[in-house]
């Protein structure tokens, strides 16, 4: 299961900050990602990371302002958004993911989400 926190309401240019626990003792075993829905929209990759936390992985869209990370004792990974736009408005969601190709980060997310997150970015 997986629970998110986080998310809101900020003006352009603001941070906000999303976290994803994780129950379970298998979390550090799997690839964790970060995909947005905005509205009227289809569900987009955002950010991914490796069991491990060693290699992460951006859209082209949020690549210099969003950073992945995650704490394996925990079990949380976290997205860090700054310099956020009116255009970053969506649901956030986590997910397990397999990342298929270390290099490019390649992925396709596994049948384990979050519920999902509102951020909405005022201009």
């Known amino acids: 299961q997986l629970v998110q926190s986080g998310g809101g309401l900020v003006q352009a240019g603001g941070s906000l900050r999303l976290s994803c626990q994780a129950s379970g003792r298998s979390f550090s075993t799997y690839d964790m990602g970060w995909f947005r829905q905005g509205p009227g929209e289809t569900r987009e990759f955002a950010a991914a990371?490796?069991?491990?936390?060693?290699?992460?992985y951006y859209a082209g869209s949020v690549k210099g302002r969003f950073t992945i990370s995650r704490d394996n004792a925990k079990n949380t990974v976290t997205l860090q958004m700054n310099s956020l736009k009116p255009e970053d408005t969506a649901v956030y969601y986590c997910?397990?993911?397999?990342?298929?190709?270390?290099?490019?980060?390649?992925?396709?997310?596994?049948?384990?989400w979050g519920q999902g997150t509102q951020v909405t970015v005022s201009s």
């Open positions: 997910a397990a993911v397999f990342i298929v190709d270390k290099d490019s980060g390649s992925n396709y997310p596994l049948d384990y």
């Open positions: 990371i490796t069991s491990s936390g060693s290699n992460t």
